[in-house]
T-cell receptor
Framework: GDSVTQMEGPVTLSEEAFLTINCTYT??????LFWYVQYPGEGLQLLLK?????DKGSNKGFEATYRKETTSFHLEKGSVQVSDSAVYFC???????????FGSGTRLSIRP | NAGVTQTPKFQVLKTGQSMTLQCAQD?????MYWYRQDPGMGLRLIYY???????DKGEVPNGYNVSRLNKREFSLRLESAAPSQTSVYFC??????????????FGPGTRLTVL
């Protein structure tokens, strides 16, 4: 079945550092891919998404490119801020499914 | 426009007690979902409702029941709570169940502890 694997955390960086959180997936067909973010004490909210190969999703300085050849959707940001401290979830919706499959989440902490 | 609301925010139960978690959305979405979030395990789907009048099991349905009361409301019931059901529960909704690009909108969560 469909699945998502993302790098384990926690990830701790200094402010203004470059961020990469790896995500790979297994799915048949052409899934849609998502990154969700969960700030402390809140529910998840969509950060960005991509619906077909080579699409780049972007929002709030974060980017991720849908790479079908490597089945990956890595999240990147050039310069992180303390306010980016949160848990990040990679997710996919399969081409014939009404459900979203979530990865296990990566906790990111940014030091001032 | 409140989005997705959940009640209660916190609850402590004793083993064997029952309770219902309430969820409502005001975005006229067709599909609604219940997840549980446990440390290191991400979100796991308990039940979902692709449209009013239908419900389906997700990944971890045992010990739970759901009711899609109307288009707005989707409740989750624990008939006989167990310590293994200690978790944070999230409700979510989307516009269409089969939409490829649909965003899921999440409620703030209910933190449940079963002693």
């Amino acid at each position: 079945g469909d699945s998502v694997t993302q790098m384990e955390g926690p990830v701790t960086l200094s402010e203004e550092a470059f961020l990469t959180i790896n995500c790979t997936y297994t799915a048949t067909g052409y899934p849609s891919l998502f990154w969700y973010v969960q700030y402390p004490g809140e529910g998840l909210q969509l950060l960005l998404k991509a619906t077909k190969a080579d699409d780049k999703g972007s929002n709030k300085g974060f980017e991720a490119t849908y790479r079908k050849e490597t089945t990956s959707f890595h999240l990147e940001k050039g310069s992180v801020q303390v306010s980016d401290s949160a848990v990040y979830f990679c997710a996919l919706r399969g081409s014939s499914a009404s459900k979203i499959i979530f990865g296990s989440g990566t906790r990111l902490s940014i030091r001032p | 426009n409140a989005g997705v609301t959940q009640t209660p925010k916190f609850q402590v139960l004793k083993t064997g007690q029952s309770m219902t978690l309430q969820c409502a959305q005001d975005m006229n979405h067709n599909s609604m979902y219940w997840y549980r979030q446990d440390p290191g395990m991400g979100l796991r789907l308990i039940y979902y409702s692709a449209s009013e009048g239908t419900t389906d099991k997700g990944e971890v349905p045992n010990g739970y029941n759901v009711s899609r009361l109307n288009k707005r409301e989707f409740s989750l019931r624990l008939e006989s709570a167990a310590p293994s059901q200690t978790s944070v529960y999230f409700c979510a909704s989307t516009t269409r169940g089969a939409g490829m690009t649909d965003t899921q909108y999440f409620g703030p969560g209910t933190r449940l502890t079963v002693l």
